[in-house]
């Protein structure tokens, strides 16, 4: 059983496009986290929720919104895709709220063309 | 401000030989410290961390770490390197500010390795 899984794994759309990708944890945690990896491997944090409140809102903008429907699902939706947006974006849990021992997915490649 | 920087961008060291990466940290107390890798393709595992007690951890797959306080250092080692090892190492640190907790990472450390 994976941990922490995303899917897709690999997305490639058109700027303009509205897309989503899925996450969900089966570790019973209470956090999870949305993270950006760009081209140059730097991580930077965009979400967090704990018990489905929004605990981190980075300067992202806002054609990203998460939404968990539950303390095991946090999905991403993108708005109007941009170029700049190609990265993988990936999925992490923790418990309790951010201790540092994170449980990363695999990620999801976004390729925006 | 805060921040954990990691000087080597890209190492290569030949397999058999031993391994340091380093990183440092900025801030005033002992923050949490960890390491983590990443192999191509997959997401980060964590490898080891140290929150207090023994400045000498031990990880997984033979890796250790060694904090020290006087150079705000928190360097990881490995004996003898594998070709699998070659992966992307992320430090990170956690700032201790209450109820507000701030994972910070470093740029990560790129290591290749020759057969």
């Known amino acids: 059983d994976t941990a922490v899984s995303q899917t897709p794994k690999y997305l490639v759309t058109q700027m303009g496009n509205d897309k989503s990708i899925k996450c969900e944890q089966n570790?019973?945690?209470?956090?999870m986290y949305w993270y950006k990896q760009d081209s140059k491997k730097f991580l930077k944090i965009m979400f967090s929720?704990?018990?489905?409140?929004?605990?981190i809102n980075e300067t992202v903008p806002n054609r990203f919104s998460p939404k968990s429907p539950d303390k095991a699902h946090l999905n991403l939706h993108i708005n109007s895709l941009e170029l700049g947006d190609s990265a993988v974006y990936f999925c992490?849990?923790?418990?309790?709220?951010?201790?540092?021992?994170?449980?990363f997915g695999e990620g999801s490649r976004l390729t925006v063309l | 401000a805060q921040s954990v920087t990691q000087p080597d961008i890209h190492i290569t060291v030949s397999e058999g030989a031993s391994l340091e990466l380093r990183c440092n940290y900025s801030?005033?107390?002992?923050?949490?410290l960890f390491w983590y890798v990443q192999s191509p393709g997959q997401g980060l595992q964590l490898l080891l961390k140290?929150?207090?007690?023994d400045t000498l951890v031990q990880g997984i797959k033979g890796f250790e770490a060694e904090f020290k306080r006087s150079q705000s250092s928190f360097n990881l080692r490995k004996p003898s390197v594998h070709w699998s090892d070659a992966a992307e190492y992320f430090c990170?640190?956690?700032?201790?500010?209450?109820?507000?907790?701030?994972?910070?990472w470093g740029l990560g450390t790129s290591l290749a390795v020759n057969p």
């Open positions: 990170a640190v956690v700032l201790n500010a209450g109820n507000n907790r701030k994972l910070i």
């Open positions: 801030y005033g107390a002992t923050p949490y």
């Open positions: 140290y929150f207090s007690g």
């Open positions: 570790l019973g945690h209470d956090t």
């Open positions: 929720y704990n018990n489905k409140e929004l605990i």
């Open positions: 992490a849990s923790s418990s309790p709220y951010n201790t540092g021992e994170l449980f």
